[in-house]
């Protein structure tokens, strides 16, 4: 454990600052920056859990993107907020923005073998988190959906 908070300590700690600079870049409200950058953490820390896993690159960044929309979700209802304001932020840290920099290097640089593999990388981690954005929100609009109609069936006949 104390090899692992060493290795990525630094990560997780500008993940936290750089989700704090992100909530007040787009003028999230302050009450709700709190939660935008335990959200930034979470993602932060499952990810670097999983990067020692040795897990493929799909699942290092759809896990913890699904659990921080399950995260941003039940905080969307207990907070009472839309579950955007805390799952863009949460997000934040997995954005693969350096290896989108080193294609567009390797593009500019005349280097199409090594563009082609960061352009996969990329496309790899964005798939992945936005796989896992999507089920996890779907699970909880039906979920909801279907209480609204049972609500909706029901009360209308009582």
Do not use: W
């Not at 090899?3 to 300590?9: E, I, N, R, V, W």
């Not at 859990?49 to 493929?56: I, M, P, R, T």
């Amino acid at each position: 454990m104390g090899d692992f908070l060493g290795k990525y300590s630094v990560m997780i700690v500008t993940a936290a600052l750089g989700t704090a600079g992100y909530c007040l870049n787009v003028n999230v409200k302050r009450n709700r920056i709190v939660y935008g950058c335990v959200g930034g953490v979470i993602s932060t820390l499952l990810y670097c859990v999983f990067v020692e896993a040795q897990l493929s690159l799909l699942l290092q960044n759809l896990i913890p993107a699904a659990v921080v929309t399950f995260y941003a979700e039940v905080l969307a209802r207990v907070v009472k907020a839309p579950a955007t304001v805390f799952l863009i932020p949460s997000i934040i840290p997995l954005v693969p923005g350096g290896r989108l920099y080193y294609t567009m290097r390797a593009i500019v640089d005349g280097e199409g073998a090594d563009a082609k593999v960061f352009a996969m990388e990329t496309i790899v981690i964005a798939l992945g988190i936005a796989v896992g954005i999507v089920v996890v929100s779907l699970v909880f609009y039906h979920i909801s959906h279907k209480r609204i109609q049972f609500k909706v069936r029901f009360e209308q006949r009582g």
